[in-house]
């Protein structure tokens, strides 16, 4: 990589021993994919993948006490995921909450290190940070140093920011110099699609399921998808926003995408369309018959496959505004269609701390507290990587839970039925 | 017999050890969690979802690959791998590394003491070829040459 004089200096030291390692890990990481230089970060802040104290990762924590003994912090104030424990909100029993209470044991002395490091507030832990209600949103062009699949794939396809699918730390290192090597899908050339996804379902796809089948068949790539607009709008409204939320985590966990173009729809498609097609792109039909092959994929990992679901998460990538409201007259709605006034399955919705907020000032947050549904700022995938959960059988409409745990999954009118009327699963 | 194959070196340093290969794409976070949240240190894999390597140990050995896969925490996995002694030997891959892998190999290198050899760039030829507990060197120009 070319360095220019102050990079040269911290990297040989002339600004500390540690920014020089954090220098040397950067630059070691853009050399080994060809990167020919840094370029700034920009966008209102960082975001780390790391919000779990975990006690066994001694490695992480020894790392960032030597970086906040050097007095080393981020240029921006940075948001985090979201946070492992919520036992006021979430069902768990006794010795679940023993376990977790050992498991991470490290969390306090975690988001003290956080703090010091340069944590925006006590409400940034969410995956979803591009909120209104969060409010670090960066900007179309904005390059990050963001680490969360489900977020870097959001700022890449629908807020035009460029983000690497950047490693935890290399998120921090990022977010301390200022700066990332210039490589992958910072560059025009590399955000261009090697394949085609055409649409051909009879009904708006579930999100969910579109974009696991997408990140199962192009991984890494780009995929450029034809035919999706004409369900869901050409205008990034927030209706439209969930839905490709939560296509781009189902695209991002069950693959390894980036970045996504909407034709028609995505800021990128609409200004260049299919001049963002690579010649020779492989093309991938989705109708409602691969839709079908694709659920059907999906191992039931539950030790007993005929359980009833004890606990339902709804919410992983976590919940809009928008999403809660719809999910409160949805359910409202099936209950009174079965006669029954409370849900018959613990059921947890998970949001950002100020998106909770902003929820629990509108009528329908005591309109779906009275369904029996809790709402809480937990990590799914936390609570259920608690050895004592993992035996739980969970349900949950979120394909990246799906995949990193034993929960299983369901459509939203799947979910819906189970939980308000008790449907057989 | 010893056959010879050269890649890119992303983490040098020589080393030898007995090969242990995944197929399929490496889930970085599914494979190490049981065994790090256990605090064992033979990284016996527990991603029941790669038949190639699932309670098989990993730790000390030649992890042979095509790519890394899953969480964006796989860096900070092998990082962690690394610092507690429960690390692969070096880290083989048949195509280009992914970005991950590459923070783990790169954190692991800086900072720690436990740093694993990494190549990539090695051709499907060296995956189809490498079998579990053949022997496998790296040199540190990337050459690695596996015997059964």
Known sequence: MFLTEDEKDILTGGQGETLAKIMKTLVMYGDTFHAEKFVEVTGPGGHLVTSFGISIMSAMFDVMDEIIDAGIRTKTPFTVDPRPIDNKNVPSSLIQMIVARVMYGKQKNYEAQLKKLGLRDDNSFTCTCYMDEVGNIPGRGDVLSWAESSAVVYANSVLGARCNRNSAFIDIFGSIIGKVPNFGLLLDEERKASWVIEVRTSHTPEAQVLGSAIGLKVMERVPYIRGLSKFIGSDLTDDAKAYLKDMGAASASNGAVGLFHVDGLTPEAKDLGEMLIRENAQVYVIDDDEMERVQKSYPVMWTDPDAAPKLCFIGCPHLSVNQLISWTERLEKSLAAGGRKKICVKTVFTAAPDVLTAFAQSPFYGRLRATGARLSYICPLMYMNNPTAKNLPVITNSNKLRTYTNSRYYTDDEICSIISKGAAI | ?148
């Open chain 2, 1 to 148: 017999m010893t056959r010879t194959f050269k890649g890119r070196v992303v983490v040098c340093g020589e080393v030898r050890a007995s090969a242990v290969v995944s197929r399929q794409g490496f889930n970085t976070l599914a494979s190490f969690q049981k065994s790090l949240l256990a605090k064992k240190t033979d990284a016996v894999c527990s991603d029941q979802n790669n038949p190639d390597l699932y309670n098989k140990p990993m730790a000390r050995l030649a992890l042979c690959m095509p790519q890394s896969i899953g969480s964006t925490t796989g860096g900070l996995v092998f990082l962690t791998a690394s610092a507690m002694g429960a690390s692969p030997a070096c880290l083989l891959f048949s195509e280009q590394i992914d970005s991950l892998a590459a923070a783990g190999a790169i954190l692991s290198d800086v900072w720690t003491q436990n740093s694993m050899p990494t190549v990539d760039l090695l051709g499907q030829e060296f995956l189809d070829y490498v079998k579990d507990g053949m022997q496998v060197a790296v040199a540190m120009d990337g050459t690695v040459s596996v015997s059964d």
